[in-house]
């Protein structure tokens, strides 16, 4: 998921790379059914962007899933929680 964030953020002339796009992930494994299975997946970005380029940064955290191979194949199975912070330099 990284990598499509990272692509969407290319995609709107915002680097990221070194160390610009930062990502914690924690999942959440529940046995509803008795059966262990992952049911959640937190995904909390941290970025830096340059002066000016907040708003553009928003919108590509606000609709890359939609493009994101892994989460498009999870879909309906595991729920997604992203949050983010935005640093501009």
């Known amino acids: 998921m990284v990598g499509t964030l990272s692509g969407a953020l290319e995609a709107r002339k915002i680097p990221t790379s070194p160390d610009k796009v930062q990502a914690k992930v924690q999942g959440t494994i529940e046995a ?41 194949t999870l879909k309906g199975a595991i729920e997604f929680d992203h949050t983010w912070e935005i640093k501009t330099y």
């Open 32 to 72: 509803p059914e008795g059966v262990l299975k992952v049911t959640k997946i937190s995904c909390h970005y941290q970025l830096k962007v340059p002066d000016g380029k907040q708003a553009a940064a928003e919108r590509a955290l606000a609709v890359f899933e939609q493009g994101c191979p892994v989460a498009q």
